[in-house]
T-cell receptor
Framework: NAGVTQTPKFQVLKTGQSMTLQCAQD?????MSWYRQDPGMGLRLIHY???????DQGEVPNGYNVSRSTTEDFPLRLLSAAPSQTSVYFC???????????????FGSGTRLTVV | ELKVEQNPLFLSMQEGKNYTIYCNYS?????LYWYRQDPGKSLESLFV???NGAVKQEGRLMASLDTKARLSTLHITAAVHDLSATYFC???????????WGAGTKLIIKP
């Protein structure tokens, strides 16, 4: 049982480049989300999805796109990387979204992204 | 808008001592979550507090929730070095599908 798998673990981009961070889960979780973690700021929600074909913006969505074509996969796309997007990115999933029935996330191992 | 504040943000303590981390939140939320993160690692769920007065304990850690005071505490009893980590609390914003996170408390326990 792999849980939540994120790739790559590390990435260096040049300003203006685009890339996709991959996230896959094998637990049949309906809810998936992307967070960024910056020092002293906790986790901030970028985008989330409550099921295949349904996505919505979180707290800090600018500069990022997502899609959810299958239950298992939830990739995060950086359209034109900027130094302000240097961060650690976590994918998280759960059976239910936060609210009734939510008992916490399963997190991936994270992607450390540096934009130069 | 829900805001979550943790304090202290940094705590250095000796093994064997007791201490408490506080998590205050600004608007109504009846669910509170605690996570642990080791350096360079992912986040691990510690406690899920689902109602007022909820208390959960695992080993040397005990978490409680007072929804009327909008306060959760994480109490460490007789700290050991292995508990060194960053601890996060998160509350659910009732109006949407989001968790709002505290900034984290970096805990260092010295032998």
């Amino acid at each position: 049982n792999a849980g939540v798998t994120q790739t790559p673990k590390f990435q260096v981009l040049k300003t203006g480049q685009s890339m996709t961070l991959q996230c896959a889960q094998d637990m049949n979780h309906e809810y998936m989300s992307w967070y960024r973690q910056d020092p002293g700021m906790g986790l901030r929600l970028i985008h989330y999805s409550v099921g295949a074909g349904i996505t919505d913006q979180g707290e800090v969505p600018n500069g990022y796109n997502v899609s959810r074509s299958t239950t298992e996969d939830f990739p995060l796309r950086l359209l034109s990387a900027a130094p302000s997007q240097t961060s650690v990115y976590f994918c998280a999933s759960s059976y239910s979204p936060p609210g009734t029935g939510f008992n916490g996330y399963t997190f991936g191992s994270g992607t450390r992204l540096t934009v130069v | 808008e829900l805001k979550v504040e943790q304090n202290p943000l940094f705590l250095s303590m000796q093994e064997g001592k007791n201490y408490t981390i506080y998590c205050n939140y600004s608007t109504t939320s009846d669910r509170l979550y605690w996570y642990r993160q080791d350096p360079g690692k992912s986040l691990e769920s510690l406690f899920v507090l689902l109602s007022n007065g909820a208390v959960k304990q695992e080993g040397r850690l005990m978490a409680s929730l007072d929804t009327k005071a909008r306060l959760s505490t994480l109490h460490i009893t007789a700290a050991v070095h292995d508990l060194s980590a960053t601890y996060f609390c998160a509350a659910h914003a009732d109006s949407n599908y989001q968790l709002i996170w505290g900034a984290g408390t970096k805990l260092i326990i010295k032998p």
